[in-house]
Nanobody, 120 residues
Framework: VQLEESGGGLVQPGESLRLSCSCT??????????MSWYRQAPGKGRELVSS????????DYADSVKGRFTISRENGRNTVYLQMNSLKPEDTAVYYC????????????WGQGTQVTVSS
């Protein structure tokens, strides 16, 4: 199983970005994964940003992004998204997509990451 992120870039504070993560698992398998976005800022540890749990679709967010970020998935496209609005300089990080084979398990699969830089 491979995960590939896209959509990162350089934006100014207050702007938006949408990250995408495509998964090579079969459609039925992808729908069983809990999908998450993590991020790692320079000099810091990896932080869980958001998850969409399978099978019931419960969403979870870090307090630092609640109200600004939205996670969603499109099982027909084997893709998970992270819509990021009102971006702040402290959101600057490498963002990673991750897949867990059960709801509360640590991720089994990781993407390579995409850089998000928020700067004026």
């Amino acid at each position: 199983v491979q995960l590939e992120e896209s959509g990162g870039g350089l934006v100014q504070p207050g702007e938006s970005l949408r990250l995408s993560c495509s998964c090579t698992a079969s459609g039925n398998t992808f729908s069983t994964y809990t999908m998450s976005w993590y991020r790692q800022a320079p000099g810091k540890g990896r932080e869980l940003v958001s998850s969409v749990f399978s099978p019931i679709g419960t969403l979870d967010y870090a307090d630092s992004v609640k109200g600004r970020f939205t996670i969603s998935r499109e099982n027909g496209r084997n893709t998970v998204y992270l819509q990021m609005n009102s971006l702040k300089p402290e959101d600057t990080a490498v963002y990673y997509c991750a897949a867990s084979t059960s709801a509360w398990a640590l991720p089994t699969y990781w993407g390579q990451g995409t850089q998000v830089t928020v700067s004026s």
